[in-house]
């Protein structure tokens, strides 16, 4: 299905363009689910994103490298309308870079150094479209054979999974990958094989109020059963953390009148 953009549009930033198709397509006023053919069209538009497009200097664009080559060590709120970019290689931990968050969807980029993981969790009753803006990731996920039944204070999540992507290496430029509440590997891992960033698109976003925690799991292979593992609700690694870091790509025109959550990100560092 052909979706139309607004005239303006094509002058717009890259992220402006997402922002704007996001906006329209995951609206809670929206019609609709998206269809296959809306997200095939946000699919392209990440598919032409960039690091310095979120305002991250990937130390490989010329462009990027240029814009970062003046910028201080100290002096990391600097808006990228000057020029200014995040570089990478000053992530020596997994940092969540808060792009945006409403309602109805959100936008954020996760930077790994080489060799951390972000462990096996899933995603609730969601759409995922994840871009990989530079670098190598190891990517292992899985979908349910039949979803567990919501769990109580006293159980957890677990149960039989089909394999979808086994210790799967995926390098930069690759398409944007897309998992569904049921399908495409809902709950995944990634594993940093080079530095690297993934530019998250999530709808609905994450929300315990509204039934949609984040779980994590250890996977167990089943030697008898190829194809599958057993996967089951476990805590996070007491020395898991997640730092934040301001984004610094171009500022967005946001739609009046929305539930934003932007504020909640201002010092987020879990």
Same mark, same amino acid.
């Given at each position: 299905m052909a979706v139309a953009f607004p005239p303006h549009i094509m002058v717009l930033s890259k992220m402006q363009r997402l922002y704007d198709a996001c906006d329209m397509i995951f609206s809670s006023s929206a019609a609709s689910s998206p269809t296959i053919g809306e997200i095939r069209w946000l699919q392209h538009l990440l598919d032409g994103m960039e690091a310095a497009d979120v305002g991250i200097d990937d130390g490989e664009s010329p462009s990027s490298s240029s814009s970062s080559s003046s910028s201080s060590d100290n002096d990391d709120e600097v808006s990228s309308n000057n020029g200014r970019l995040l570089p990478a290689r000053a992530f020596t931990r997994i940092t969540y870079v808060h792009i945006h968050q409403c309602a109805d969807f959100s936008m954020g980029v996760f930077c790994f150094p080489a060799g951390a993981t972000l462990p096996l969790h899933d995603h609730p009753e969601m759409v995922v479209l994840s871009k990989l803006l530079y670098g190598s990731v190891r990517v292992r996920s899985y979908d349910w054979v039949t979803p567990p039944s919501p769990?109580?204070?006293?159980?957890?999540k677990s149960g039989l999974a089909r394999v979808v992507a086994a210790d799967e290496v995926r390098h930069a430029p690759c398409e944007t990958s897309v998992l569904f509440p049921h399908s495409g590997g809902n709950m995944h891992a990634f594993t940093a094989v080079t530095p690297c960033a993934i530019l998250d698109v999530l709808t609905p976003p994450y929300s315990e109020e509204l039934g949609r925690p984040s779980t994590?799991?250890?996977? #167990?292979? #089943?030697?008898?059963?190829?194809?599958?593992a057993f996967l089951e609700e476990t805590d996070l690694p007491e020395d898991f953390s997640v730092a934040g870091a301001p984004y610094l790509g171009p500022e967005l025109e946001l739609a009046v009148d929305m539930d934003d959550d932007d504020d909640?990100?201002?010092?987020?560092d879990q």
């Open positions: 769990c109580s204070s006293t159980t957890r994590y799991f250890s996977d #167990i292979p #089943i030697p008898s059963l190829p194809g599958f909640d990100y201002d010092d987020y």
